[in-house]
């Protein structure tokens, strides 16, 4: 799913409450992806109860292998963005999965 996929549900779901346009929809799902953004580069976690955590870790450094040549190549510390699913998240995907 897009972001535009996000905004056009958004849309079709709450049209006739809001009476606003696809583009102001599209440009507010926008706006919220921007505040995660940068609350993320901040290093800050973002919260959506309900639905999961996204946070900032770092990865200690390592040595990798070249998989062409085999050669040990250093990989150093990184920050990597994680998503932890909350608790209700699991339970309706593994509902979904037992339903077939």
Known sequence: ??????????YERCNSELKVT????????????????????????VQISGFGTFLVKTRKKKIGRNPRTGEEVPVPDRKVVVFKPSKKLLELVELKHKKG
């Open 1 to 10: 799913m897009t972001k535009k996929d996000i905004a056009n549900s958004v």
């Open 22 to 45: 696809k583009k102001e929809i599209y440009e507010i799902v926008s706006e919220i992806f921007k505040i995660m953004e940068e609350t993320l580069k901040k290093g800050e976690k």
